[in-house]
Each structure stands twice: as structure tokens, then as C-alpha cells.
């Protein structure tokens, strides 16, 4: 099993809403921080959001207040709602889980696990 699988990028136009998903087959989302991240070409990757086991949760200034980092224990899904997407929202998004920090979400950490991504384009 693929531990982390994220789905739901595409293109869509600015002002536009995405939901995207990561299944997490083998961790319970609720067990540990987790995390959406995103890369541009040519742009060190950024810390989009991040959730705790007890459901804590963080935003990068950039996104606050048009995405919300969300899960679904049961399903063991992670979700992240983009609303309102700008161009320079355009970038591959990955979630990733750390389970070497009993739940908590350290800044600049170097997550444990990660999945291949998921491509986001908006345009203007």
C-alpha cells in the first residue's frame, strides 16, 4: 500500500474553489501532525497548513482565511479547502504526515513520509 495518496488538484480559474484528499492507508490522521505543502517550479517548498493529533491547526499567512486544513478520522482522509484561488496559488501539492513527534507540528520540521503530489494550476 501507498501510504499517502493526495487527489483532487486540476485547473481552475481565480476565484475558484479546489477540495483536495490524501488517503492515508496506513496512518490514522488523527494519530499525528499532518501536513499540506507546496512546490512551484523554481520556489523552495512551503508549508501550506498543518493539523495535530488534537486537532490544532496552522496556516501559512498566504493562504489564511481561504484554506482550511481538515480530516476524516473514519475514512482517514486529510483534506485541504482552497477557496478563493490566486494565481500564485499554482503549485504541486503534497501532504505529508511526521510520526516521530507524538502529534505535535514543529515548524521548519522535516516531515517523515510523503506523498507524490497533486497539481493545482490556476489561472488568471
Known amino acids: 500500500q501507498v501510504p499517502l495518496v493526495e487527489s483532487g488538484g486540476g485547473s481552475v480559474q481565480a476565484g475558484g474553489s479546489l477540495r483536495l484528499s490524501c488517503a492515508a492507508s496506513v496512518y490514522a490522521v488523527d494519530g499525528f501532525c499532518m501536513g499540506w505543502f507546496r512546490q512551484a517550479p523554481g520556489v523552495n517548498r512551503e508549508e501550506v497548513a498543518t493539523i495535530e493529533r488534537l486537532g490544532s491547526t496552522k496556516y501559512a499567512d498566504s493562504v489564511r482565511g481561504r484554506f482550511t486544513i481538515s480530516r476524516d478520522n473514519a475514512k482517514k482522509i486529510l483534506y485541504l479547502e482552497m477557496n478563493n484561488l490566486k494565481p500564485e496559488d499554482s503549485a504541486t501539492y503534497y501532504c505529508?504526515?511526521?510520526?516521530?513527534?507524538?502529534?505535535?507540528?514543529?515548524?521548519?520540521?522535516?516531515?517523515?513520509?510523503w506523498g507524490q503530489g497533486t497539481q493545482v494550476t490556476v489561472s488568471s
Open positions: 505529508a504526515v511526521e510520526t516521530r513527534t507524538g502529534g505535535i507540528c514543529y515548524a521548519n520540521w522535516e516531515f517523515d513520509s
